[in-house]
């Protein structure tokens, strides 16, 4: 699968939940014992990202999915993670924020992680939301906009496809928004591949 | 009540009390007792706004600013209960209680001017106050810093 994607493209670009799940993974200390901490997505975007950088690729996200993830994204994705666990604890949350908002911010330094200032123009924005809200219903189209109260993705979402189509990389994501339409996004020229990161084995 | 350096009797004396018969037969002077109430009175306070201030987050959306300051308000809530069972300088308590006092009124302050956008602002101001209380708790030996490497977690909580 990922053989088949590094044939094709020279760059990639991930969503902002890709971009924690890669620095998702940390030991801590409890009772004398260390124990590991990661997301379940780590070892696939681990891996992802392993192959990609062996193959020279850069890998790009646009300003605004960056600072969403320093404002929300971090905070959602660890508060989740240690309710699932049942590790949860306000000091627990605090302590693993950090350590990922610094770890985010040593990624931010590599010299093959570019983060783009990129705005979507009117234009090209308004075409992907039509596209949205053209489509059919059905379940996906169901949870989309349960999920964003409209029938169209969030404007980081939307802008990350528009972004992809403009520097041709391969689009790397979790998210139910753009992977659920990925056929039709791709049908429509409306962006660049789109890789469901859960589809990586 | 204004504590001073000068009142050795006082700067001296410990706190692991909360109750007048604690102090029965202990020798404390009615002044020492009283300061003792005073800082309990603070602490009774700080405890009500923790919660009080925790519950108010909890109705934001999750963003780091909020999980900054929720880690920081579990961390003084824990800071003062462990206050009353290590035994500590009363001028240190005094200064820890104060620090946590200022640090919630900050906070306070910061939810009443952002009601919408909370996961952007500045709370760096918030934060150099939690970093001096980490500090002390620190030094002192009350508790671990967050922050610390290799911290066992369970040291939060003993």
Redesign the interface.
Known sequence: MITHYLSQFDKAIYDTNCIVYYRFNFQ?????KIFSIFHPFHSKIDKLTSKILNEKWHIYTIKIAWEEI???G???I??DLLKEKGLY???????L???L?NSLNDLKSKSWFIIEDFLPSDDRLDQVKQFYINLPDSSEKKRLIDKNRRPFPSYVDLSLIVYSKKIRGLLVSTDHDICDFKDELEKNNLCSKILPLWEIN | MELTASDEATRTAYYPFSTWSDYEGEGYTTAQISLRFTLLNIMRKNAFEISSLMSRLYDYPPSLNRTLILGALEYVSLAQNKLDKIKLEVGKCFEIVRLIKEYLNMVDQKLKTEKDGFDSIDISDTEDIFKKIENICYVQGILPRINEENVDLSDFYK
């Open positions: 801590e200390k409890y009772k004398g320093q404002n929300k971090i905070a959602v660890v508060e604890t306000e000091i627990i949350a605090r302590r924020s950090q350590k908002l």
